[in-house]
């Protein structure tokens, strides 16, 4: 009962659409729609001041979410790609579920992406990325549990880089042995 459907956090439903368009042979313009349905998740979407009556109470407070991408990617050689990203996301997170939310601060919406690939040979291939996600954050106060005259605020950014390589086989398809 401490939280919604005994804790059972499911991923949220999401449908998503997209597209790509040539805009020169070694150009593309990619763009896409993805919409969470948080409310779905009694664990995550049930406000987080709810009582806790028979295992379905309190969640996260989180609300659906829009998301729009876009990313453009450049082959400039043979042996040479890259790419670069924006995504905008609302924010799930209302001030009245920021006491809870310390938990689990998602509250960023604008993500800035770029990438490279390098191929270093017919299968294999040297895979670079970052994204950056600037600061966001939500005030509230603390649920009647708490003080509800002291103010909380949550805030999250994020740095990431990847380094990947990738080889290709021939024989994916065929089974193991």
Same mark, same amino acid.
């Given at each position: 009962g401490l939280i919604a459907q005994s804790g059972d956090f499911d991923v949220p439903a999401s449908i998503q659409a997209g597209m790509a368009i040539d805009l020169r042979p070694n150009l593309t313009l990619m763009a896409d729609y993805r919409f969470i349905d948080y409310s779905a998740i009694h664990a995550v979407a049930n406000p987080s001041t709810k009582p806790?009556?028979?295992?379905?109470?309190? &969640?996260?407070?989180? #609300?659906? $979410?829009?998301?729009?991408?876009?990313?453009?990617?450049?082959?400039?050689?043979?042996?040479?790609?890259?790419?670069?990203?924006?995504?905008?996301?609302?924010?799930?997170i209302k001030s009245a579920d920021v006491m809870f939310n310390i938990l689990a601060p998602g509250v960023t919406q604008d993500h800035f992406t770029a990438g490279a690939e390098f191929q270093l040979s017919e299968k294999l291939s040297l895979e670079l990325a970052g994204a950056y996600v600037?600061?966001?954050?939500?005030?509230?106060?603390?649920?009647?549990? &708490?003080?509800?005259? #002291?103010? $909380?605020?949550?805030?999250?950014?994020?740095?990431e880089f990847t380094v990947g390589v990738k080889y290709v086989t021939d024989n994916l398809r065929e089974p193991l042995k």
């Open positions: 806790a009556p028979l295992g379905n109470g309190p &969640g996260f407070g989180w #609300h659906d $979410v829009n998301v729009f991408k876009i990313g453009l990617e450049w082959r400039a050689t043979p042996t040479s790609t890259y790419r670069v990203g924006y995504s905008h996301n609302d924010n799930p600037p600061s966001a954050s939500v005030n509230g106060y603390e649920t009647a549990l &708490g003080n509800p005259q #002291h103010a $909380v605020e949550i805030e999250m950014s994020q740095y």
